[in-house]
């Protein structure tokens, strides 16, 4: 009796906060000053025709260096975690029924096409919305919809391995290029800006949300592969 | 504006009964981790259409793309022994 008057007094307090946010809600009729001064800069100084790229790469390029170190620790955990229970070769679980007609010949048919998507998203990255996050995590759906069609599917922890330590040098690499070539840390002008609104323009943002791109893809990849190898707990 | 506005609000609503269906979710888990994907589908269209599409394209691949999946590969795992 008394938990439920706490819950729906915990509730009505809550109503009360989202309440009083919409109703003081009033849109912006101008940018504000951080705003303003990347809209207004981003085309001449970065190059980029997508400006939250721009930011995400260039303006706050430590931050995004930080997430996918963030990332990268997660992906370890799991698999620091998950490798104890690791399946011996393969094929010695249980039984399991083949996949049906529908998702092997999906996956067949969809696999080529999530993957070039994927890469499409991240090459892009600095020009339509989507880049090096958005790229990696539609490169790992395809990996989860093999490991689907297939749960004995075995995926090359080496090479995964290989591709996402070598995009964290690249990255970091590229970010030291900047301080000796250009003006600091992940400056993105160690390569011509070019003109806007090409693909080979905004200097180093389209090598550098590529690498963060392979980069994503791998960890998560990682992940769903010591997932799938996990023996039954 | 009207019409972005009502499309806002009728979004809301589904999110919030999609939500209310992941809680439920009628002894079924699997209609839960359906329901939860719902929400994360059409908050990213909620997020389109606040002028968000970088925001909208992760929810979209995360949030109802690989969680949803990796969650119905979860069950299938957990499936495996008696029935809870």
Redesign the interface.
């Known amino acids: 009796m008394i938990r439920r008057l706490f819950v729906t007094l915990l509730l009505l307090g809550l109503a009360g906060v989202f309440a009083g946010l919409v109703v003081s809600y009033s849109p912006d009729e101008t940018l504000n000053l951080s705003a303003r001064y990347y809209a207004e800069h981003t085309a001449q100084d970065i190059g980029a025709a997508?400006i939250?790229?721009a930011i995400i790469v260039t303006f706050r390029g430590l931050d995004t260096l930080g997430e996918v170190t963030v990332l990268f620790l997660t992906a370890a955990i799991v698999g620091l975690v998950l490798s104890h229970g690791r399946r011996e070769g393969g094929g010695s679980g249980?039984e399991l029924p083949p996949a049906g007609e529908l998702l092997g010949t999906g996956t067949r048919l969809l696999v080529p096409l999530i993957l070039l998507l994927g890469a499409h998203?991240f090459v892009n990255g600095h020009l339509t919305?989507?880049?090096g996050?958005?790229g990696g995590?539609?490169l790992?759906?395809a990996i989860?919809l093999l490991?689907?069609t297939d749960p004995l599917r075995r995926i090359s922890h080496r090479l995964i391995t290989a591709i996402e330590s070598t995009a964290g040098l690249v990255f970091v690499g590229i970010g030291v290029l900047g301080i000796v070539l250009a003006g600091g840390f992940l400056d993105n002008r160690i390569l011509p800006i070019g003109n806007l609104g090409e693909l080979f323009s905004a200097g180093a943002i389209p090598i550098i949300y590529s690498f963060i791109g392979l980069k994503v893809g791998a960890e998560?990849s990682s992940m769903?592969a010591h997932?799938?190898e996990t023996e039954?707990l | 504006m009207i019409l972005l506005i009502a499309m806002s609000l009728l979004l809301s609503l589904t999110i919030v009964a999609a939500a209310i269906l992941a809680i439920r979710g009628g002894q079924s888990l699997a209609i839960s981790i359906l329901a939860a994907g719902l929400v994360s589908l059409l908050a990213s269209v909620q997020f389109l259409l606040l002028a968000a599409p970088d925001v909208a394209m992760t929810e979209a691949a995360i949030g109802s793309g690989l969680t949803t999946f990796l969650f119905f590969f979860v069950l299938g795992r957990v499936r495996g022994g008696e029935h809870d």
């Open positions: 997508n939250v790229t249980r998203v919305p989507g880049g996050f958005q995590a539609i790992a759906s989860l490991l689907l998560f769903l997932l799938s039954d």
